[in-house]
Nanobody, 128 residues
Framework: QVQLVETGGGLAQSGGSLRLSCAASGRTFVNAGMAWFRQTTGKDREFVAAVVWSGGATHYSDSVKGRFSISRDIAKNMIYLQMNSLKTEDTAVYYC?????????????????????WGQGTQVTVSS
């Protein structure tokens, strides 16, 4: 079993920055896919960014490309989401997600159903 714990959410002003962290435990990641999704009330969970544990390939949604950066720390079993130039529309609950093993040819990183494990979420609120 995998446990994911997100930290780092909070309140930021438009144009500001926040950094989210996700600590993973319960197994050793070798070829996992890990991602950040976000969700607002009444809407489906939205893909934000993903990273492949082996090799570090990253993927971003168009809405955050150039503003957000996902990274991983293999030694600490953690991933991060650096969020810069925040906008009010970035306000959401942010979730960390993991799938234990990915096939680079079929990994649909933006599909929430691809992921087996989820954190509890952390609230990010951006004020104007």
């Amino acid at each position: 079993q995998v446990q994911l714990v997100e930290t780092g959410g909070g309140l930021a002003q438009s144009g500001g920055s926040l950094r989210l962290s996700c600590a993973a435990s319960g197994r050793t990641f070798v070829n996992a896919g890990m991602a950040w999704f976000r969700q607002t009330t009444g809407k489906d969970r939205e893909f934000v960014a993903a990273v492949v544990w082996s090799g570090g390939a990253t993927h971003y949604s168009d809405s955050v490309k150039g503003r957000f950066s996902i990274s991983r720390d293999i030694a600490k079993n953690m991933i991060y989401l650096q969020m810069n130039s925040l906008k009010t529309e970035d306000t959401a609950v942010y979730y960390c997600a993991a799938t234990p093993a990915v096939n680079s040819g079929t990994y649909d990183y933006a599909d929430a159903y691809e992921y087996d494990f989820w954190g509890q979420g952390t609230q990010v609120t951006v004020s104007s």
